[in-house]
């Protein structure tokens, strides 16, 4: 299998990091953004949306970070996408959650903070920022309020859910999202993801 990633990429990072926990047999293959490589014709062939990361698998290629991490789990066998009917629905709500509810008002502060001092393309946008923020807090007082009463987002046990999560609230800092001070059991989970060897190069 290839994964085509770019390390600047949380979404990529993401699947980078299951296949190592997974120890999958996957071969890493960077995409130059930079120079536009994922708008070529051949990777539009891989990924119609342009973007990283895509897994592919013999005549099989896989878009959407999360769908890459289930797929890469499933096939490894792994109990990190759970069997059972309602533990993984479980899982797939979290995930949902993590791509639309969690991602909307983190990717303001991803752009404003990140993409834009990066491209050149403004100063970052306080007004902005401070409309976003309240939602960035909300969803951390969720999953604080969920992992004071669960050690991990799914109740059957760690799944990929929880690493999908974890790649935003670990940007926290650069992204300049809020710090976990004031959410200890958010701040508990997020340490017990970061201890895995996957998160390092
Ligand atoms: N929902 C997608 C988002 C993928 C995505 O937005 N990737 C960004 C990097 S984080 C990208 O490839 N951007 C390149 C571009 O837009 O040209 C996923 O989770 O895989």
Redesign the pocket.
Known sequence: MKLYH?PA????RRAVAMARHLSSPVDFVAVD?GAGE??SPAYLALNP?????VLVDGDFAL????AIMTYLAAKAGSPLVPTAPRDRADMDKWIAWT?GRFARPTDTFLFENVIKPFFGIGAPDEATLARARPDVEACFALLDAHLATHPYLAACGLTVADFAAYVIVEARTSWGLPSLEAYPSLARWAASLAAFPCWSA
Request: hydrophobic share 20%.
């Open positions: 770019h990429s949380h979404n990529a953004l994922q708008r949306n342009g973007k990283v990361p878009w959407e970070s999360t791509g």
